[in-house]
T-cell receptor, first 113, second 109 residues
């Protein structure tokens, strides 16, 4: 079965370190998204991509970057982790921009000490 | 002001009750609308789309009022298994999906 997987599922790191969260989907979806979820804020869009070599900033993109070198993967990088980036991160994909159904990964819980 | 706003709750209701959630959005160019469900510590999943004429899926009814920029979700005959957080989602022109902060529902025996 096609799926979307995130790794690692849990990570603890220190302030200032670089961290990369992986997202891999096997549906061949063009659209991929990264959200973070914090209490009181719901899901906030970090970055998104509509296809290979396309990346766009979301509403909370500062301190994060993404790259899209193939259809399947959209890794999220925190260049220098900060305590404010402690959160649960969800990757999601969908086949096209006009569809509303996002397929989410199980989430990655990141703690920055 | 947030682009998509929901009452965070929690809504505590007995089994069998009818409960309604509301959501407002500020971007009048928003094109399509959805309700997602999120169980504790799990990923969100699509519950239903919201159509201009209103739509029903079993015990769930969704309504959209474009003039007032307002979306609602009605759950009839609540079940224990309906306990979850319900997320209002707006698809902006260009395809960005914006989530509300969610409304927590707890159905008690």
């Amino acid at each position: 079965d096609a799926e979307i997987t995130q790794s690692p599922r849990h990570k603890i790191t220190e302030t200032g370190r670089q961290v990369t969260l992986a997202c891999h989907q096997t549906w061949n979806h063009n659209n991929m998204f990264w959200y973070r979820q914090d209490l009181g804020h719901g899901l906030r869009l970090i970055h998104y991509s509509y296809g290979v070599q396309d990346t766009n900033k979301g509403e909370v993109s500062d301190g994060y970057s993404v790259s899209r070198s193939n259809t399947e993967d959209l890794p999220l990088t925190l260049e220098s982790a900060a305590s404010s980036q402690t959160s649960v991160y969800f990757c999601a994909s969908r086949p096209a921009a006009y569809t509303g159904e996002l397929f989410f990964g199980e989430g990655s819980r990141l703690t920055v000490l | 002001r947030k682009e998509v706003e929901q009452d965070p709750g929690p809504f505590n209701v007995p089994e069998g009750a009818t409960v309604a959630f509301n959501c407002t959005y500020s971007n009048s160019a928003s094109q399509s609308f959805f309700w997602y469900r999120q169980d504790c510590r799990k990923e969100p999943k699509l519950l239903m789309s919201v159509y201009s004429s209103g739509n029903e899926d079993g015990r769930f009814t969704a309504q959209l009022n474009r003039a007032s920029q307002y979306i609602s979700l009605l759950i009839r005959d609540s079940k224990l298994s309906d306990s979850a957080t319900y997320l209002c989602v707006v698809n902006r022109r260009g395809g960005k999906l914006i989530f509300g902060q969610g409304t927590e529902l707890s159905v008690k025996p």
